[in-house]
Structures are given as structure tokens and as C-alpha cells.
């Protein structure tokens, strides 16, 4: 202990650190870094005992942790993956023409709420409603900032304090523990269990409806499928019993595909979900929408005015920012749709990706790398976002067969200036080029030779 103690004494007092570095750096972020820096220090030593420092070497961490500190934690990565819509890597990438479209909008002021023919308050919901309404043949429309806060305020709205039905085959949990039974739990609504697992009929929906019973609610069976002896309920039958007993029909329809030029694998269409009859549906914006994060919640006039004088829906809404980029993607899927970035990815073509994976093999072999194997090979990619688990898209991928030295390149591209993502599979690291733009090819090149440099 006290040799610790001793090695504690050596670390450097602050004002001595700081004299290493001009005023050109921020004192006070130094300060704060510094300070983090020195407490793990100390730790290190309370917990190894001897520990090689220097007062060299805690400037070089400082100088490194303060670059890092001053670009910021969130930054771009490539996504190699071949997962489309990637929850970790910021689900659907948006068009640079939408984002730039929007730029006065973000960037000045604007009329978000306020109605310029009358010159009053407005209402922010209004900009994106008109195209939600001509586009999935809704009466009504409303925002808010993600599909989990649609959920819960609808419950909350209708079923707070009541009993809303669901089928046990569809009590789902996503990403991030989010489960459907929690969610309704803290909405105050009360949930009824109907069915089994693998088999929900229409009987057993009828059977529990009970005189405190308030919504019908059909969930989208995201990241995973039941299949073999199955059965479930359509949304037809469930819009039409709803009606019979005057309750209230409600699907989550998850990821959200409005059209079916965007429907790569089948999925329930937003259009098709309001033509069945239920009250209210609601997705994501962010998924196989293509567009920002937010909740949107289509469905019947009378209903969509009431989530509205909910008060929950203030601490929900969504900005300008996400306003704007949605009005405009939505005005897309109206005007041309091929401008929206994940229909171009969803829709590449197979020899286009065989000639971005031969150009980066190309690359990587013009850089000296010929004694490992690079291999070209067909592919599947994912869409991701909950929609599809079991189906792929056909993709094009580069493989690189690095056996024991995987995860030190996957590492050594993690912490690239641009981040690389990409997968491992049977000792190789798999670079898909359905997530791969094609301004990346030349960067990735660079990137994988220097990691592939490290190892050598």
C-alpha cells in the first residue's frame, strides 16, 4: 500500500500538465479531460500497483483525449454490414437533396406554428398531414418523436385505466428492452392476454372483451416470425369486432411501409392497414419509411383530435428539423420516390454491386496486398429495422481472410477518422456492398491497407 501511495504522490499536479499547452486550447475542456484522465489514473494504480507513467506520456493522452473531445462522440461511419436499416448506425440514411432542401427551413426561421393566411398560431402537425392523408387514405394525421411514444400516448389516450386486448403472439420486445407489456403498463392501460403463443382466433378476442374493455390492438411482429401451427387474426376481422362492441381498433405496424414500390419482402402496407377498417395505425419514420425519426399516427378524424388535446403529446412532439425533412420525404414518395436514399439502395442493381466490390479488390491489390486472400462473392443483405428477419436482398460482398486477426482489423477500422462497420464470418471480414455509397470505395481501400499494415 505504500508503494501505491508513493506512485500516487509522482502523478503530476494539474497547473503543471497545463503549462505544456497554448492558450490556443480551451483551459476549461483541458481542465475537465485532464481531471478524468488522472482520477482513471489513479485508479489504475490503486488496482496494478506499479504502473509505467510519465508526465510525457499523460500530455500525449491529454492532447489526444482533447481532439477527440473537440470533434465530438457522434460522428459518420460507413456501413459495411449490408444491414439497410441499422438501429446502431442510425436506421435509414437520407437523401443529401431532402437534407439540403430543408436547409433555410432549419436554419432560419419559419412558419412552424403559425398560420399565414390568418396570421395566428398554427398548427406544426399541419405541414406533413395533407401528404400522410393523400398518401395512406387516412382522415387524419399526427407526429410525434418515435413509434414507442405513438404506442404509448395512444394507449394512455384511449385505454388509460381501461383493458386493451392483445394477442400473446404479439407482446413483442425490440431493440433496447423495449416491451410492449411495460410500455402499456406506464400508459396506465391494462392489458388483456388473448390466444397462446403460436395461435389467436377470433373467438378468443370476442370472448374477452369485457365491460371495461377499450381498444383491440394488433402489433407487428418485429425481428421475428412465428411459423408452423399458427394462426392469427386479420385486421379486417379485428377492425369489424372492434366496431361490433364500440371499442376502438388500433395496429402497430412497426416499420412502416406506406407503398408498394418500397415493399422488398412482403410487409403489411400503411395503405392497406387504413383500408381494412381499423381506427388508428402508427409506425416509424425512420424504418422502411426512409425518412427521420418520429412516430406517425394516421386514422380517424374524431380519435386523432383527441391524442391532440392529450397533454403527454407537448412532451412528445417533434421539431422543425424532423418536420421539415418528413414533409419533404413524403412530398417524394407523391413526386418521384427514386430520390428517397433507401428505394436507390432497395432497388440496386447486382452488377453495379459487383463492380463496386471489383473496384475495392482492385484497390486493395494496387496497394501491394497479395498474400492474403480477397475474395468477390454473392451475398444477402438485410433490411433491418425489425422488417423481414428471415429474408434477405440479394448483395455483392468482399471477403478478406484474416482467421485470428478479425477482431484486431475490425478494431483497428473502428477507430479509423471515419469509422468502418463491417461483419465477421468464418474467419473473414465480409464487407457487403449494399450499404457501401460509392464515394466510399476509395476511403474503405485506404482504410482496410492500413489496418491490413498493422497486422503485418
Partial sequence: MS?????????????????FFESSYNKDILKYILNRLLDELRDRLKRNGALDFSIDSIVEDLKRSYG????????RVINATGVVVHTNLGRSPISEEIFMSV??????YSNLEFDLDSGERGDRYFHSVEYLKLLTGAEDAVVVNNNAAAVFIILNTFGKGKEVLVSRGELIEIGG???????????????????????????????????????IMKSHTSNYKIIGFTESVSLEDIAHLAKKYSLISYYDAGSGVILDKMNVCGEDTIINAVKSGVDMVSFSGDKLLGGPQCG????????????????????????????????????????DVTKIKLYKIFNSDINDLEKKAQSLRENLLNKGIHDIEIMVF?????IGGGACPE???DSIALGIVLNEYCEKVSRILRNRPIPIICRAEKGALVFDMLTVFDDEIGYLSESIAYALGEIR
Avoid: A
Avoid at 3 to 19: F, R
Avoid at 68 to 75: A, C, I, M, R
Avoid at 197 to 210: C, G, P, Q, V
Avoid at 378 to 382: A, I, Q, T, V
Fill in 177 to 215: 428492452s423495449f416491451r410492449l407489456p411495460e410500455v402499456m403498463k406506464e400508459s396506465g392501460s391494462i392489458l388483456r392476454e388473448v390466444g397462446t403463443t403460436n395461435r389467436t382466433k377470433i373467438k378468443d378476442y370476442e370472448s374477452n372483451i369485457t365491460e371495461n374493455s377499450s381498444v
Fill in 68 to 75: 477527440d473531445f473537440s470533434n465530438g462522440s457522434l460522428k
Fill in 391 to 393: 429474408e434477405g436482398i
Fill in 378 to 382: 454473392r451475398s444477402k443483405g438485410f
Fill in 296 to 335: 406517425v399516427i394516421v386514422g380517424k378524424k374524431r380519435l386523432i383530435e383527441m391524442i391532440k388535446k392529450n397533454h403527454l403529446l407537448r412532451m412528445l412532439r417533434v421539431d422543425k428539423i424532423t418536420l421539415s425533412i418528413l414533409q419533404k420525404t413524403l412530398l417524394y414518395y407523391l413526386l
Fill in 3 to 19: 508503494n501505491v501511495n508513493e506512485l500516487l504522490k509522482k502523478i503530476p499536479k494539474v497547473d503543471e500538465i497545463l503549462k
Fill in 103 to 108: 436547409k433555410d427551413i432549419v436554419c432560419r
